[in-house]
C-alpha cells in the first residue's frame, strides 16, 4: 500500500511538471541575428531613419524563469552619415561625412512581460524590455580625392598628437523587442535597441574648430582640408562651433535572430 502511493506521488509529480511546462524554467539560448544599424549625432541630428548599415551578430540568452533573463551580444555593424542629408544650411554648408565599422558588445537583462515558456501551448511569445550596458571599436573615416582616410589619427579638432579620443568606448543601452516560439527547441526574436553613448566622437564631430593654421603646422595639409570642408567661402575659422558637445552620440541595431534553446524543465523535488 504504502509502494503504490509512492508510485502514484511520483506520477502526480511528473504529470504536473509535464502540464505546467516549466514553473521554474531555466536554460540557456544562443544564436545569430541579421538587421540594420543605425547612426545618431552632428550628422543626422533629426534622427533620420533611412540612413542604415548593414549589422549582424551573435547573441547568448540565460532564462533565469519565465520573467527574468540575460543577454550577452557580440554584433558587427556599418554606420555613416554625411551633412549633405541635412536640410539646416549650417549643417550643409559644414559639409562633414563619415563612414565607420563598429565591433560591440552587449551585455543586457531582459524581463518578460507576459509568462514565456519553452514548448507551452500558451505561454509560446511576449513582448519584452532589455537595459545594459555596451563596450564598442570604431574607426571613423572618410573619402577624400578617391582615397580613404581615417580621422582619429588627423586630430581634425586640434587634438594634440596622443589626445586623440579613443578607438573603445562604452555606453548605456535600452530598447526592447518581441520573441515566439516555433517548436520547443527554437525561437524567433524581432528586437530593437539603441546605445546611448559616453563619448560624441563616433562621428569624428564634436566641438570647435582649430583654425586652418594650428592644424597645418601639427598635423599636415590632408589633416587641415578633412577639418574643414565647408563650400567656398569657409566657415572654420579658429573657435567656431564645429559640433555640439552637449549631445552625445547614439547608435541603433533592429534585427531579427533566430535562437536554439537547451535546457530542461525543472521539476519539484521530491521529499523523502
Same mark, same amino acid.
Given at each position: 500500500? &504504502?509502494? /503504490?502511493? /509512492?508510485?502514484?506521488?511520483?506520477?502526480? &509529480?511528473?504529470?504536473? %511538471? @509535464?502540464?505546467?511546462?516549466?514553473?521554474?524554467?531555466?536554460?540557456?539560448?544562443?544564436? +545569430?541575428? #541579421?538587421?540594420?544599424?543605425? *547612426?545618431?549625432?552632428?550628422?543626422?541630428?533629426?534622427?533620420?531613419?533611412?540612413?542604415?548599415?548593414? $549589422? #549582424?551578430?551573435? $547573441?547568448?540568452? *540565460?532564462?533565469?524563469?519565465?520573467? =527574468? %533573463?540575460?543577454?550577452?551580444?557580440?554584433? !558587427?555593424?556599418? =554606420? *555613416?552619415?554625411?551633412?549633405?542629408?541635412?536640410?539646416?544650411?549650417?549643417?550643409?554648408?559644414?559639409?562633414?561625412?563619415?563612414?565607420?565599422?563598429?565591433?560591440?558588445?552587449?551585455?543586457?537583462?531582459?524581463?518578460?512581460?507576459?509568462?514565456?515558456?519553452?514548448?507551452?501551448?500558451?505561454?509560446?511569445?511576449? +513582448?519584452?524590455?532589455?537595459?545594459?550596458?555596451?563596450?564598442?571599436?570604431?574607426?571613423?573615416?572618410?573619402?577624400?580625392?578617391?582615397?580613404?582616410?581615417? #580621422?582619429?589619427?588627423?586630430?581634425?579638432?586640434?587634438?594634440? +598628437?596622443?589626445?586623440?579620443?579613443?578607438?573603445?568606448?562604452?555606453?548605456?543601452?535600452?530598447?526592447?523587442? @518581441?520573441?515566439?516560439?516555433?517548436?520547443?527547441?527554437?525561437?524567433?526574436? =524581432?528586437?530593437?535597441?539603441?546605445?546611448?553613448? @559616453?563619448?560624441?566622437?563616433?562621428?569624428?564631430?564634436?566641438?570647435?574648430?582649430?583654425?586652418?593654421?594650428?592644424?597645418?603646422?601639427?598635423?599636415?595639409? =590632408?589633416?587641415?582640408? #578633412?577639418?574643414?570642408?565647408? &563650400?567656398? +567661402?569657409? &566657415?572654420?575659422?579658429?573657435?567656431?562651433?564645429?559640433?555640439?558637445?552637449?549631445? /552625445?552620440?547614439? !547608435?541603433?541595431?533592429?534585427?531579427?535572430?533566430?535562437?536554439? *534553446?537547451?535546457?530542461?524543465?525543472? %521539476?519539484?523535488?521530491?521529499?523523502?
Amino acid at each position: 500500500m &504504502i509502494k /503504490k502511493s /509512492k508510485h502514484f506521488l511520483v506520477s502526480v &509529480i511528473i504529470l504536473f %511538471c @509535464f502540464q505546467q511546462v516549466s514553473q521554474a524554467q531555466k536554460g540557456y539560448e544562443l544564436g +545569430p541575428w #541579421l538587421g540594420v544599424s543605425n *547612426y545618431f549625432g552632428e550628422l543626422n541630428a533629426n534622427y533620420r531613419l533611412l540612413d542604415v548599415g548593414p $549589422a #549582424l551578430g551573435f $547573441a547568448g540568452r *540565460y532564462n533565469f524563469g519565465k520573467r =527574468i %533573463c540575460t543577454k550577452g551580444s557580440l554584433n !558587427y555593424g556599418y =554606420i *555613416y552619415g554625411s551633412d549633405s542629408n541635412n536640410n539646416n544650411n549650417f549643417e550643409r554648408r559644414r559639409n562633414l561625412d563619415f563612414k565607420s565599422h563598429l565591433a560591440d558588445l552587449t551585455v543586457t537583462g531582459e524581463f518578460n512581460f507576459l509568462p514565456y515558456t519553452h514548448g507551452s501551448q500558451l505561454e509560446y511569445f511576449t +513582448p519584452y524590455i532589455a537595459a545594459g550596458v555596451n563596450v564598442f571599436y570604431h574607426a571613423p573615416f572618410t573619402e577624400l580625392d578617391g582615397q580613404n582616410h581615417f #580621422l582619429r589619427p588627423l586630430g581634425t579638432e586640434g587634438q594634440a +598628437p596622443g589626445n586623440e579620443y579613443s578607438f573603445v568606448n562604452a555606453g548605456i543601452v535600452y530598447g526592447g523587442g @518581441f520573441k515566439w516560439d516555433i517548436n520547443y527547441y527554437w525561437s524567433v526574436n =524581432i528586437e530593437f535597441t539603441m546605445r546611448r553613448l @559616453f563619448t560624441d566622437y563616433l562621428d569624428d564631430v564634436s566641438q570647435n574648430y582649430p583654425g586652418q593654421a594650428q592644424i597645418l603646422a601639427d598635423r599636415g595639409v =590632408i589633416a587641415a582640408q #578633412l577639418s574643414d570642408r565647408s &563650400i567656398a +567661402p569657409q &566657415i572654420g575659422e579658429a573657435g567656431r562651433q564645429r559640433g555640439d558637445a552637449t549631445r /552625445k552620440d547614439q !547608435y541603433s541595431f533592429f534585427g531579427v535572430s533566430f535562437m536554439r *534553446y537547451f535546457g530542461e524543465v525543472e %521539476c519539484p523535488k521530491i521529499v523523502k
